[in-house]
Each structure stands twice: as C-alpha cells, then as structure tokens.
C-alpha cells in the first residue's frame, strides 16, 4: 500500500485503535475517533475528551501522553473474504493543544465535519493533536484473476 492509499484509509476511517504508554511502560490502547488533518507536508490526527461517559475527566491516556509523547494507532478493515482485508498504522507525538489557539478551533472544526455528533455538540475537553511522523500500511493482495477488490 503506498502512502496516498493510506493517508486515503486514515482520513475515512470512523474510528481506530489507539496506543499510549502508561508510566510503567505498559501499552495503553483504547478505541477513539478522531479526524485527519494535513498541513503542507504535515499529516495529524486530532481527537477531543467528548461528553460520552467516562470514569474520570483525567484519561489515563492523557496521562499517559504528559509522562511519554509517543503514540500510535491503527484502523483497519475487516472482511470475511480475507481477500479484501487491510490495515494502516500512524506513529508521532501526542501532545494537548492550547485551547485558545486557531489550531485548536480548526480541530474541532475538522471533528465536527467528520462526526455530526461533534457538530450537535463540541467536545468539552481537552483535545490532542497527533503529530504523525510515520505511516505504515498492508492490504491482502488479490489472487490472480479475482481483481482488485481494495
């Protein structure tokens, strides 16, 4: 899979799997949403502590991302025809976006045009920007004859 098909697969994804590292080095992986933004040559991902319920206001992966940046997801796509499956992976930095900044109002500009939900009601946390330095991907081959089916 080349690095359009990708970028592609990420920007439309509904949801992926995210993972932090917690302070005793363990991986952290929850699912989340988030929305796909490129600037220039920059690709990031933003997510937003939204109202759906939570144990506590202070998620362990943002607690996570202030004792060690690093984060990767991954979304995929999953089809019994095993033909069709594929998957892509973003690794970066985390880091919490200043809520008063112009990038903060363009990625809840950016969630609320990927999720109604957002639109209806932004998100009343704090949201984080994933500055996106690597991105990987792999999608079953067809076998010959069978065409294209990605």
């Excluded at 892509?88 to 609320?112: F, I, N, P, Y």
């Amino acid at each position: 899979m080349d690095r359009g098909e990708a970028i592609a697969r990420l920007r439309s994804a509904r949801v992926g799997r995210l993972a932090t590292v917690t302070a005793d080095a363990r991986p952290h992986v929850v699912p989340f949403v988030f929305a796909l933004v490129e600037r220039d040559r920059d690709v990031l991902a933003y997510w937003a502590v939204d109202r759906k319920p939570k144990r506590s206001e202070r998620l362990q992966r943002l607690r996570n991302l202030e004792g060690n940046p690093a984060a990767e997801f991954v979304v995929d796509g999953y089809d019994e025809d095993w033909r069709a499956l594929w998957w892509v992976r973003a690794s970066g930095t985390g880091r919490v976006v200043d809520d008063a900044s112009s990038e903060h109002a363009a990625a809840l500009d950016a969630l609320a045009s990927k999720y109604q939900q957002y639109a209806s009601e932004p998100p009343p946390g704090p949201v984080v920007a994933i500055d996106i330095d690597r991105i990987s991907g792999w999608r079953a081959e067809p076998k010959p004859g069978l065409g294209d089916r990605s």
